[in-house]
């Protein structure tokens, strides 16, 4: 079969799922089985293509056709201009993040300048956070830490993939890899899992089946984690420092509420472009 047909193959099966670009991601999928750039498929497309290629392009179109996300098909995502791997078992880097991304790029730009700086990432799944503000901002000193053996694995690829040296990953609950006495941070920052649980049913099949539940339910609310981390990281943030969250589209006054309640000041809810809640930052002024 040449590339052609097999691309058109391949549309057909996707076009059984409204939800799928079919042009975009059956060129994805072929390019990424070929090891071509798409530009390939457009300039060769009578060129035949290998039986087994096209046995596995089919089994991987029919499993997209189904929900499976096209991340953990081709292997990879874009964030911030960074390639990330991806793999079943991580949350898929999204766009929403990168505004919590770009906001701290920007306050580290404007107050550490080229000064060093510490910053904690709870959470880090594929590394999207702490990896791109580690290579936009190389003066910093960038922690990160996760609950699951996966997320750890593929982060540390990632970093790897990036050449950076400049970020320490360890596997642990929150802050229990850390000692308080010795571990003070600049910046906090996470992305928790803060989808209620009865929201479930809402999700689009290639969230709620395939992506781990861990990286997405908070709890009966959404806040289970925003509450914990807001209390616990006063015990590791320097006095002057930030902490910082992406929160879910309604939950900007529900986490500005826990941040005020544990004494952060000057706690600012952003807005997407949307104009829906995206990013919590609150101040640590001191211990009380």
């Known amino acids: 079969m040449v590339i052609k047909d097999l691309l058109l193959e391949g549309i057909r099966i996707l076009e059984k799922n409204l939800n799928i670009n079919t042009q975009l991601e059956t060129r994805l999928i072929l390019s990424k089985l070929m090891e071509v750039d798409k530009s390939y498929l457009y300039a060769y497309e009578d060129k035949s293509v290998n039986d087994s290629i096209v046995k596995e392009f089919i089994e991987l179109v029919k499993k997209r056709s189904q929900g499976y996300p096209l991340q953990y098909i081709i292997g990879t995502q874009e964030f911030m201009g960074l390639d990330f791997n991806v793999r079943k078992g991580v949350l898929i880097p999204r766009g929403d993040t990168e505004i919590l991304v770009q906001y701290l790029i920007h306050y580290i730009k404007k107050k550490f300048q080229e000064r060093e700086f510490s910053l904690l990432d709870i959470g880090i799944g594929s590394g999207a956070i702490s990896l791109a503000i580690a290579h936009y901002c190389p003066n910093g000193n960038i922690f990160g830490v996760d609950i699951k053996e996966d997320a750890l694995e593929i982060a540390l690829e990632n970093m790897k993939k990036m050449n950076l040296n400049?970020?320490?990953?360890?596997?642990?609950?929150?802050?229990?890899?850390?000692?308080?006495?010795?571990?003070?941070?600049?910046?906090?920052?996470?992305?928790?899992?803060?989808?209620?649980?009865?929201?479930?049913?809402?999700?689009?099949?290639?969230?709620?089946?395939?992506?781990?539940?861990?990286?997405?339910?908070?709890?009966?609310?959404?806040?289970?984690?925003?509450?914990?981390?807001?209390?616990?990281?006063?015990?590791y943030l320097k006095k002057g420092s930030i902490l910082a969250y992406e929160v879910g589209h309604n939950q900007g006054e529900d986490v500005k509420s826990i941040l005020e309640e544990y004494n952060y000041v000057d706690v600012t809810i952003i807005k997407d472009l949307e104009e829906r809640d995206r990013v919590v930052i609150g101040a640590f002024v001191g211990s009380d």
């Open 166 to 235: 400049n970020v320490k990953y360890t596997l642990g609950d929150i802050f229990s890899p850390f000692d308080k006495n010795i571990h003070k941070f600049d910046i906090i920052v996470s992305n928790p899992p803060y989808i209620p649980d009865e929201e479930e049913h809402h999700l689009q099949i290639e969230v709620a089946k395939h992506e781990p539940r861990s990286a997405l339910f908070g709890g009966f609310d959404g806040l289970d984690f925003y509450k914990r981390i807001t209390k616990e990281a006063k015990d």
